[in-house]
Every structure is written in structure tokens, then in C-alpha cells.
């Protein structure tokens, strides 16, 4: 059965691999997709060692990823409407292994939606529906998408409404019910309706524009919770060469994330049997530049507070920067280095983490989002006491690092999206 998920899986790249290099356009059909895999090893001998503080935190990337991931598909234009509303269908599927060697990861359908662009009752707007991608920047360095807003629902993007444009969906969260074991009689409901409400481009100064975006989440099960979250975000082009985006994100509950899909982001529905106790609150700031040709960086500062009636206050906060230099078009060397601190609640010491990379790199351009990207790194991590378990839980190879406060890992990765 996976070996012939597998073949669909690749027929299907192929034939879309086939349809996008024919002729990159939408009537043609395009592909893009995104695609990291690599193999190491650390210190303590065996897989590629990863330095992470786990919980509530994002840990830095490069030299650092100690896992497979691909996704991709296919978008075109499947009809249009004489008077040029154009109906688009997408489908992509995706891949991860918590390891070097994709193997027998299992492909899964991450996006199949359908979009009608261009109606003129929406003042040019898009309505759509199906599962999707949706709203979803990211702090790259951190992997860290800050607001994700990804789901199976439906809805209307970039109306057209004063200085900035107007979004509206509606998704359908954790959509499955809860059954007594024994008696096999439904005891409630972890399903969650999101309604998501975006504001964005407004202009605020020159070359400045604010975003807001808002999740309403109403909890469908007995004895649960509803949440809501509220991000604003003012991003600021041409800085340097780059842009800078500051955030600051507020979230009640299930409105936090905690609990819901991957590394509990804001913006889908977490968990709703948190209650109105549990918040979140995120403050960041995340800049890259390219002055020069030759010269780029990404640099954040981020501080995000996790506080319940039950578990306390905990806060993560970070620091870090990659600066890159070019020396020809083709080949770079990028260095990462990052420290997060998180405070327990508990009072204890906090956990403290700091970690270095260095990576020649064979490149596509100078720029600092140029890809494909052939790197080989080293990573030296350091910890204190208090965050032993935390890396040694967080290590995909297991806690090889035992009471040890300092690692190393050297590899080889390829990343590349198009």
C-alpha cells in the first residue's frame, strides 16, 4: 500500500515536472515546491545531532535540520467565464521523515483547493474553498511561520476595501469526535469553527504597511472552550536592501495554538480544552538586509510568554543572526548563530541554549533568498545544566548528549524551493 502511494506520489511530480517546464504559466499549468533532505553525523558518533530546546520554542536552522521534507504540486487554470473570472484548481502533496532517508515516509495531501478570480461583485477579489495554505509568514531563520491560518474551509481573499484589502474564511478545526472506549457512546467533540478575519497593506508611512488578522474560534464539544487571537503586523520595505517586519500577537486559549497542529501556531485552532486562563503573547522583530551585492543578513529578536492558572508563567526569548557573504555568484558562506533562553515555571533555573554554524555553500545567486543551496556545515552547540533534558529530549538521535552541555554535528544539506 506505501509502495504504491509512493508511485502516485512520483508519477504524478513527473507529470507535473512535465506540464511546468512546457511553459510557466497558469494556463499551462505550473509546478513549485520545496524540498530540504541531508545526512550527518555528531560527536557522539551515530545520526546528525540537532541543538533544541523543545517546548515552546523554534530552534535555528541552518546546520541544524536533522529532518527530510519535500512538497509540491500543481496549479492551472481549469475554465473560464467569458467575461475573464478564471477558475483555478490547485493540488500539492507532501512528504517528512524525521531522519536522513525519506524512505518510507508517507506522501499526504497538503493543499486541494479551487479559486474563481477575478469577481467583479468582490471588487475583484477571490473566493475559494477546499484545504489549503493560507496566511502563514515566516521568521525564516526560525523556521518559525509566526501566524498560520492553514485548514479545510472556505472563503474570500483581497477585497478590495479602503487603503488595504479585506479577507474573510471560515475552516473546520480538529474535526472529530471523542468516544467512550468501553461503551462506544460520544462523550464530546475536539472540532473547533474558525473564523479568520484579515485587514492588510495598509499603507502607514512611506514604504510602510500594517496587517491585522484575527481568529475567532467556537469550541463544538461539551465542557470546552472557545479562543480567540488577535496579530498586527507592520512590515517596512526597502531597509538596507531588505525589509524588516515587527509583530505582536495576543492569543486566549484554544487562540493560542497550544495543542493544535505542529509546534502549536497561532492561528489555527489549539487545543479547546484550554480555558480563558491560558494565553499567549508574542513580541518580534525579524530583519534582513543585502546592503551590497556581496552582503546579506537576517537578524530577530523575539519574546513570547506562555502563562495558565495551572501551569504557570514561562518565557522564551532569542536572539540571533545569519550574516552572508557572496564571493562569486555561485558560492557563499553563511554563519547562524543563536541563543534562547526559557524561563520555568516552576522557578528553576532557566534554560539556557547557544548555537554556532558555519556553512560554505554552493548557491543559485548572490541573494540572500537565492536557491537551490548546496551546503556542507558544522554546528557547535552549548547548553548549562538546567537544559540537559530538554536537549536530550528534543535530539532526533535520541539523548546521546546524556549530561554533557556542549555538542558538535558536521553534514551536508540541500534546500531549495521554486
Known sequence: ????????????????????????????????????????????????????????????????????????????????????????GTVWLSAYKNGSDFGNAKPEIAKAYMEAKGLDFLNGGVAWLGKRYYFRPDIHMLDLQYINLNGTGGGFDKIGLGPGKFSYAIFKDNDSNVF??????????????????????????????????????????????????????????????????????YGVGPGTGVGGPCCDRIGSSGSTLLGSDVTRLR???????????????????????????????????TLGARPVYAFTQNLKLQAELGTSRVTQANGGEALRLTKL??????????SYWSRPELRAFVTYGKWNNAATAAVNASNNSGPVYGNNTSGTSVGIQLETWF
Request: proline share 2%.
Open 283 to 317: 513580541i518580534f522583530n525579524d530583519l534582513v538586509i543585502q546592503p551590497t551585492r556581496q552582503f546579506s543578513m537576517e537578524f530577530v529578536a523575539l519574546m513570547q510568554r506562555d502563562k495558565s492558572n495551572t501551569g504557570g508563567s514561562s518565557t522564551w526569548t
Open 180 to 249: 467512550d472506549a468501553k461503551t462506544g457512546k460520544q462523550l464530546s467533540s475536539d472540532a473547533a469553527l474558525r473564523q479568520n478575519l484579515i485587514y492588510e497593506g495598509v499603507p502607514v508611512n512611506q514604504d510602510g504597511t500594517l496587517d491585522a488578522a484575527l481568529s475567532l474560534i467556537s469550541a463544538q464539544g461539551t465542557d470546552r472552550h472557545n479562543g480567540w487571537q488577535l496579530s498586527v503586523f507592520h512590515k517596512q520595505d526597502k531597509v538596507f536592501g531588505g525589509s524588516n517586519t515587527v509583530g505582536i500577537q
Open 1 to 88: 500500500m506505501k509502495t504504491s502511494k509512493l508511485r502516485g506520489m512520483s508519477a504524478m511530480i513527473a507529470l507535473a515536472l512535465s506540464a511546468g517546464m512546457a511553459q510557466a504559466s497558469e494556463a499551462e499549468g505550473e509546478f513549485h515546491g520545496y524540498l530540504r533532505a541531508g545526512v550527518g553525523s555528531s560527536s557522539e558518533k551515530g545520526p546528525q545531532s540537532c541543538f533544541d530546546l523543545g517546548g515552546n520554542t523554534m530552534k535555528y536552522r541552518l546546520g541544524n535540520e536533522c529532518d527530510s521534507y519535500f512538497e509540491g504540486g500543481y496549479t492551472k487554470e481549469l475554465a473560464k467565464s467569458a467575461n475573464g473570472v478564471s477558475f483555478v
Open 357 to 366: 554554524t558555519i556553512a560554505p555553500t554552493i548557491t543559485m545567486g548572490e
